[in-house]
C-alpha cells in the first residue's frame, strides 16, 4: 500500500456548542493565540508529508476559503467540497469520491493535539485494516453512588463514585477509498454509522492508541484549555 499525502479535514459544523463566538466565525478558525485551529492542522499535516487537502465546508464555508484560499500560503493543495445541507461526519465523503486517494488522512477540523500524523500512516498502511481510528483514554468521574445488584434486585456491591476508562475517538481517522461504497448517497450518514458497516463486511478496523495530548476544541473547557497549552512551551508539539 502507497503511503499516504491526502487528507480530508471536515469544517462544515456549526459550531453550536462554542455560540455565540461561532455565531460570526466558523469554528475551525477559532484562533488559538495567533493562529485558528485549522491553520495548526494544516501545518501539522504538511510537516507530516501531506501536501494535498480535502476541506469539508457548510456553515460560513465563504470566510473558509477566503482565508485559506488554494492553501499556497500554508505549504500545501487545498481543494473544497461544499455540503448544501448538513450530511454528517461520514456523508461527505461520497460528494468528494472522485477526488480521493487510494488511502487517506481524515479528521475534524476542532482538534489540538500532539500525535504524530507519520506515525499513524505507518501504523494504518502496515495494519491491513480498512480503518483505523484514533483513541484517547479518558477517565469519567461519577459523582453518585454506583449500586451492583444480582437477577433478584439484591445488592451486591455499593460504589462511592467510581471512575472508569474508556477509549473514546478523537476525530482522527486512516480511511482506504474502498469504504465509500459503504456510505448511502445523499443522506446523513455519521461515522459510527460507518465504522458498524465495515465491521459488517467483515472486513478490519483498528484503533491507534494516542497517550499524548488531545482536546476537543468544539467545547467552552476544552477551547480554554487548548488556549493555554498551545501558548506555552508546548506550541512546537502541536505542529509538527
Same mark, same amino acid.
Given at each position: 500500500?502507497?503511503?499516504?499525502?491526502?487528507?480530508?479535514?471536515?469544517?462544515?459544523?456549526?459550531?453550536?456548542?462554542? @455560540?455565540?463566538?461561532?455565531?460570526?466565525?466558523?469554528?475551525? +478558525?477559532?484562533?488559538?493565540?495567533?493562529?485558528?485551529?485549522?491553520?495548526?492542522?494544516?501545518?501539522?499535516?504538511?510537516?507530516?508529508?501531506?501536501?494535498?487537502?480535502?476541506?469539508?465546508?457548510?456553515?460560513?464555508?465563504?470566510?473558509? @476559503?477566503?482565508?485559506?484560499?488554494?492553501?499556497?500560503?500554508?505549504?500545501?493543495?487545498?481543494?473544497?467540497?461544499?455540503?448544501?445541507?448538513?450530511?454528517?461526519?461520514?456523508?461527505?465523503?461520497?460528494?468528494?469520491?472522485?477526488?480521493?486517494?487510494?488511502?487517506?488522512?481524515?479528521?475534524?477540523?476542532?482538534?489540538?493535539?500532539?500525535?504524530?500524523?507519520?506515525?499513524?500512516?505507518?501504523?494504518?498502511?502496515?495494519?491491513?485494516?480498512?480503518?483505523?481510528?484514533?483513541?484517547?483514554?479518558?477517565?469519567?468521574?461519577?459523582?453518585?453512588?454506583?449500586?451492583?445488584?444480582?437477577?433478584?434486585?439484591?445488592?451486591?456491591?455499593?460504589?462511592?463514585?467510581?471512575?472508569?476508562?474508556?477509549?473514546?475517538?478523537?476525530?482522527?481517522?486512516?480511511?482506504?477509498?474502498?469504504?465509500?461504497? +459503504?456510505?448511502?448517497?445523499?443522506?446523513?450518514?455519521?461515522?459510527?454509522?460507518?465504522?458498524?458497516?465495515?465491521?459488517?463486511?467483515?472486513?478490519?478496523?483498528?484503533?491507534?492508541?494516542?497517550?499524548?495530548?488531545?482536546?476537543?476544541?468544539?467545547?467552552?473547557?476544552?477551547?480554554?484549555?487548548?488556549?493555554?497549552?498551545?501558548?506555552?512551551?508546548? @506550541?512546537?508539539?502541536?505542529? @509538527?
Amino acid at each position: 500500500m502507497n503511503m499516504i499525502t491526502q487528507a480530508v479535514i471536515l469544517a462544515g459544523g456549526k459550531g453550536t456548542r462554542l @455560540r455565540p463566538y461561532t455565531t460570526i466565525l466558523p469554528k475551525p +478558525l477559532m484562533p488559538l493565540g495567533d493562529m485558528p485551529i485549522l491553520e495548526i492542522l494544516l501545518t501539522k499535516l504538511r510537516n507530516a508529508g501531506i501536501n494535498r487537502v480535502i476541506i469539508a465546508t457548510g456553515y460560513l464555508d465563504h470566510i473558509i @476559503r477566503a482565508y485559506f484560499g488554494d492553501g499556497s500560503n500554508f505549504g500545501v493543495q487545498i481543494t473544497y467540497s461544499h455540503e448544501n445541507e448538513p450530511m454528517g461526519t461520514a456523508g461527505p465523503l461520497r460528494l468528494m469520491e472522485d477526488l480521493l486517494d487510494s488511502s487517506f488522512l481524515m479528521m475534524n477540523g476542532d482538534l489540538l493535539t500532539d500525535l504524530q500524523f507519520k506515525n499513524l500512516i505507518k501504523f494504518h498502511t502496515s495494519s491491513n485494516s480498512e480503518g483505523t481510528v484514533c483513541a484517547f483514554k479518558t477517565e469519567v468521574q461519577l459523582s453518585l453512588g454506583v449500586l451492583v445488584t444480582d437477577e433478584n434486585d439484591q445488592i451486591i456491591n455499593y460504589i462511592e463514585k467510581p471512575k472508569y476508562e474508556f477509549d473514546v475517538s478523537m476525530g482522527i481517522y486512516a480511511m482506504n477509498k474502498s469504504i465509500i461504497s +459503504l456510505i448511502p448517497e445523499n443522506t446523513f450518514f455519521d461515522l459510527p454509522d460507518l465504522i458498524m458497516k465495515i465491521k459488517e463486511t467483515k472486513k478490519i478496523m483498528k484503533i491507534y492508541k494516542h497517550r499524548g495530548q488531545w482536546l476537543d476544541v468544539g467545547r467552552h473547557d476544552d477551547y480554554s484549555k487548548a488556549i493555554e497549552l498551545f501558548e506555552t512551551e508546548k @506550541r512546537n508539539e502541536f505542529l @509538527r
